[in-house]
DNA sequence: CGGTATCCACATTGATACTG
DNA sequence: CAGTATCAATGTGGATACCG
């Protein structure tokens, strides 16, 4: 989530996240996220006939609470890096 | 968490919402989230021996993720019904 | 009342190997 | 590149019984 909301949009580029996810496990989350209508798949930008992966509408409404998930970690968790950038401090 | 945040303090009380937590596994949580920082206990209020447990500060600081679920339930997932007051429509 | 103790079922992750 | 197939290990949840 925290990959499809920086816009990132193919199987290697969430692949090369530093969690270093199995294949298996991320191919079994997309499909996930696009059984709940969270995801989905779209021709790749670059013309090719490869696949990409977007958020739907539904699925661009979790970015606020990946935010808050993001801005509880840094306030409260030491050692939280936001890959995102954070909410200015109200 | 969110017996938590309406104010719940008691065992009982949380053993007798809705999705009838079994005992050990809310026993569990309740020790997890106290070696989190995010609960702790307090002697009971009404004066008997009993324990109660309330928010940290940093379980309070939880608040906002939950908000966030909750308004991204009754916005896109159909049944979805707020326990917790909702957010105003901005 | 407020838990522990068992024990089982199932979900999830992960390593690894393989394929169109 | 973008997955699928296996299989083992671990995590999580739940039913149930019991106890101070």
Known sequence: MRDLLLGRARFKEFSASPERIPTNILSERLERL???GVVERIP???GTKRL???LTRKGLGLGPIVAAVRDWGLKWEPGTKAAIAAAPRA
Do not use: F, L, T
């Open 34 to 36: 696009r059984g709940a």
């Open 44 to 46: 790749a930008a670059d």
């Open 52 to 54: 990409a992966y977007r």
